[in-house]
């Protein structure tokens, strides 16, 4: 089928370069010129593994390009809108002018009685916005239906959660225009639906909350275990032993059970502000108002940490770090990727630098951004010149570069074996053997050096 991505960022991108790998003609459509530019010179504006790779060969094969002019959308039999949705600048609500300008700007294009088409909703909305733009499209002299087709992309996964997703979420309107998006839409995902992947037809209210309780249900199950983590730390108890024994109850599992520095990204955050200021809108602000305390766990997580490094480098939460050189291994607010959107990995770093230690950062794919975002910060070129010299190592992002860090090899270049684990990956025994004192949040405390030879 001949389709059109309106917004070739993340998620554009890769929604463009998946879709061509099934076979469809694709064209990708930014207002970014030198996004546009770098994408047709197949160059990957992001870091995002196997992206590269998948670029090159749709490409190669000549069933996608890129374009800035909308216009190219006019010949699409769908058009995926998959712009962002950011924070609002003075409110917690979603910042909803780009996803107006590409809606906008496909319905004055699309003015012929003769058009067909599938305008394609995959951004994440506040409820009730695909109702609003749905009236105006239906209203279009032609045939053109708006349907929600919400995104479940994990950053470090995309192209695999794009081609073998979870499920498959249609969010359509009712009678005669549902039913031609639905047959539109089997028919770009045909394969993925062959292979058996999971699909949901639904009304357009519903698809749109679907990706907002999602993100609000995971982000909640983050801050749950960091909140018990404060109450182990305050009871004396392990925090890693309760949440393994709760994860091994089925109704609850072990995933996102590992308490850190908390969740960030271009998502999470903004996802469940934006949420609680909709449902406020909507008179049921009542109803999630444990989301305020979910993003007030979520930002406390940050200060816990750096309080955790100021401790075990100079001894107490309160005292200064002037004099200290502290190795923080990760920026990105997660592994394989290079996205540096309100990472808590970066928040701490910079806490910490403001409480007076010298801080060198290394991040495998997010350095040029850290220079660009925190300039007072020290960037190095590798992990072995972020550690030299340092009194504290702190992990604060788990790239295996870092989890599968070997602590003897590390232990000739730091000033002091002190090691600090942000995100609950790394093995205490492994490091505590090699004589590294070992901290973590949620322990009642620190594991001391084994003696070694």
Partial sequence: MRLAIVGCGYLGAVHAAAMASLGHEVVGIDVDRAKVES????RAPFHEPGFPELLAQVQGDGRLRFTTELAAAREAELSFVCVGTPQAPD???ADLSFVDAALGGLLDLLVDPADRTVVVGKSTVPVGTAAVWAERFAALPGAVDLVWNPEFLREGFA???TLSPDRIVYGLPPGESGRRAASALDEVYADLLAAGVPKIETDLATAELVKVAANAFLATKISFINAMAEVCEAAGGDIYELAQAIGLDPRIGRRFLRPGVGFGGGCLPKDIRAFAARARELGAGEAVEFLGAVDRTNLRARRRMADLVTRAVAGKA??????????VLGAAFKPDSDDMRDSPALAVARELARRGAEVVVYDPAAGPMVRQLAPELQVAQSLSQAA???GALVVLTEWDEFVQLD???VAGLVARRLVVDGRGALDPGRWTAAGWDFHRLGAPSPLAAKAVD
């Avoid at 994408?39 to 197949?42: F, K, N, V, Y």
């Avoid at 770090?321 to 190795?327: D, F, S």
């Fill in 318 to 327: 309160e005292a200064g770090l002037e004099g200290y050189r502290v190795a």
């Fill in 39 to 42: 994408l047709s010179q197949g």
């Fill in 407 to 409: 602590p003897d090899a």
């Fill in 159 to 161: 192209v695999q959660d």
């Fill in 388 to 390: 030299t010299g340092a």
């Fill in 91 to 93: 409110s917690q609500a």
